[in-house]
C-alpha cells in the first residue's frame, strides 16, 4: 500500500536533521501542522490540494527546484519567495511525524505557490483562489496554529522550562574560582526565549559561543595570561536529547579571564560570530526569519546585560 501511494513521487533530498512535528491535523483533505520549533507548514498533499494540483505536480517541482528555477514558471515562484526573503535551496523542511517523513512546507513557500496558482499560471486554479482569499484575511500562522489547536503560550512556557532546567541541574557544577561559559551567556539566552526563539535540545547557543570562545582561548595562548582552564561535569535534563550520555565535560574558565570574556562576547562574539550562528540555524529549519531578525535586533541594539550571574543568583 506504501508503495502504491508514493508512486511517481521522486525521492526529497537528503537533510542531515528530521524535524518532529509537534500537532499535525487534517482539515477537508488539507493536511497542516505545526514543527517543534513553532513553525506553522503544510504537507506536500496538503498544499498541493489547495493550489488545485496533483501532489506529483508539486513533488517534482520542489524535488528539481534548482533547474526548475531557470524555467519560467519557476522564475515566477522565485520572484514570489524573493518578495517575503526567501532564499533557501529547498522548498520544503524534511519532517518525521509518527515515525513517517514528510515534506513540510511553510508559510513563504505556501503563499508563494498558492498566489501563483491563482493569478500567475497559465490555467489558474479556484482552489488556489479561494485559499489564498481565505489567508489574506488573517495570517498563515494564525490560521494554521487556530485549525490545529496548537498554544503558542505554553510553547513559550516550555522554552523557560529547557533554560530553567539546565540552570537548576548544573547551578553548583562550576568550581570554585571559575566560570562556566552557560551560566555567563544566561542573558543572551534569555534574550533569544523574549524573541521567540525555541530553545530546546536542537538550540543550545552556549555550544556555539563555548566553542568560539576555546578557539579563541588557544588561539591566543591566554592560558600562559590567567592559568589553566579545567573541565567540570555539564548535565543535560533527562528529556533532552544529549542527557544519553550525561555528563558531559565542559571547560570552565579562571575568573580572572572574565572581564575579557565579557568584552570579547559583547564585542566579537555577538557583533561578528552570532548573526552566522542565527543564519545557519534559520537555514536549517530550526528558527523562523522573522525570528532571528527579532533576536538579531535585541542583541544588538544594546539591551543585553552582559553579567548573567546576577540574573541567575536574582531568580
Known amino acids: 500500500m506504501l508503495e502504491k501511494k508514493s508512486a511517481g513521487l521522486v525521492p526529497a533530498q537528503k537533510q542531515i536533521e528530521l524535524f518532529h512535528v509537534e500537532k ?28 488545485g494540483v496533483d501532489r506529483k505536480v508539486l513533488n517534482r517541482l520542489a524535488a528539481n527546484w534548482s533547474d ?30 509518527n515515525g513517517s517523513p514528510i515534506n513540510a ?4 513557500v505556501c503563499l508563494a505557490m498558492l498566489e501563483y496558482y491563482a493569478f500567475m499560471a497559465e490555467e489558474t486554479r479556484e482552489q488556489a483562489v479561494n485559499a489564498f482569499r481565505a489567508l489574506a484575511r488573517t495570517t498563515f500562522r494564525t490560521f494554521i496554529y487556530g485549525a490545529v489547536g496548537y498554544n503558542p503560550e505554553q510553547q513559550m512556557l ?14 553548583d557544577s562550576v568550581p570554585d ?9 544566561a542573558g543572551m539566552i534569555v534574550t533569544l526565549i523574549r524573541a521567540e526563539v525555541a530553545i530546546s535540545d536542537k538550540v543550545i547557543p552556549d555550544l556555539s559561543v563555548g ?17 589553566e582552564r579545567v573541565k567540570y561535569e555539564h548535565n543535560y535534563p533527562e528529556y533532552y536529547a544529549q542527557a544519553l550520555s550525561n555528563p558531559q565535560e565542559a571547560w570552565a574558565y579562571p ?47 544594546n539591551r543585553l546585560g552582559m553579567n548573567s550571574k546576577n540574573f541567575l543568583t536574582d531568580k
Open 24 to 51: 499535525q491535523i487534517e482539515i477537508d483533505g488539507i493536511e497542516m501542522g505545526v514543527l517543534e520549533n513553532g513553525i506553522p507548514y503544510l504537507t506536500e498533499s496538503g498544499l498541493a490540494r489547495m493550489c
Open 68 to 97: 526548475e528555477q531557470s524555467k519560467p514558471r519557476g522564475k515566477v515562484i522565485t520572484q514570489l519567495l524573493e518578495q517575503s526573503n526567501y532564499s533557501e535551496e529547498s522548498l520544503f523542511l524534511r519532517s518525521e511525524h
Open 105 to 108: 512546507y511553510t508559510e513563504p
Open 158 to 171: 516550555d522554552r523557560w522550562k529547557h533554560f530553567h532546567d539546565r540552570v537548576d541541574i548544573n547551578l
Open 177 to 185: 574560582g571559575y566560570y562556566s561559559i552557560f551560566k555567563e551567556i
Open 211 to 227: 566553542k568560539t570562545w576555546s578557539s579563541y582561548w588557544k588561539d591566543n595562548d591566554l592560558t600562559d595570561r590567567f592559568g
Open 255 to 301: 575568573d580572572s579571564s572574565l572581564p575579557m570574556f565579557r568584552s570579547w562576547f559583547k564585542s566579537e562574539y555577538i557583533a561578528n560570530k552570532f548573526p552566522s550562528y542565527m543564519l545557519r540555524q534559520t537555514s536549517q529549519g530550526k528558527i523562523g526569519s522573522n525570528v532571528a531578525r527579532q533576536a538579531l535586533e535585541a542583541l544588538t541594539s
